[in-house]
């Protein structure tokens, strides 16, 4: 695209520059390397350096974004990765990622005796109401 720094549209650009500005991260602090890339995409892969990796150096908060085949592209998502992360720890909120995973772990747990002796309970009752619903057989 005309204009882009990253290969994104200048309004995304834009407002990760103004969310940058807003949590005061300057460009000076970041410290980019280009990596090669593991998985799919055969020479491509083997011969471009298309992996970002960055780390914010007062924080210490470290980033790899691999995800596009285009370099220009994983440093937009890289850097809007990074200042996701440093807003997350400034305001002390959990992100979507770690809510997520905590969702998965919460689902797989085990449930204790107690519970699952609960949830049975529930159960015969809601069968002893079904039952009570249905019309009187006739002999």
Request: aromatic share 4%.
């Amino acid at each position: 695209m005309k204009g882009s720094k990253y290969g994104v549209s200048p309004t995304k650009q834009k407002n990760l520059q103004e969310k940058m500005k807003k949590l005061a991260i300057k460009e000076s602090q970041i410290v980019e390397r280009f990596i090669r890339a593991k998985g799919p995409g055969g020479q491509k892969i083997n011969k471009t350096s298309s992996c970002v990796y960055l780390k914010h150096k007062p924080t210490g908060i470290e980033v790899k974004c691999a995800r596009e085949r285009t370099q220009s592209l994983n440093r937009f998502l890289a850097r809007r990765i990074l200042v996701n992360k440093i807003e997350a720890r400034f305001l002390k909120k959990k992100s979507e990622a770690q809510k997520r995973i905590y969702k998965l772990k919460k689902q797989k747990k085990k449930r204790s005796k107690r519970a699952k002796e609960k949830i049975l309970r529930q159960k015969h009752l809601q069968s002893e109401k079904k039952k009570l619903r249905k019309p009187p057989t006739l002999e």
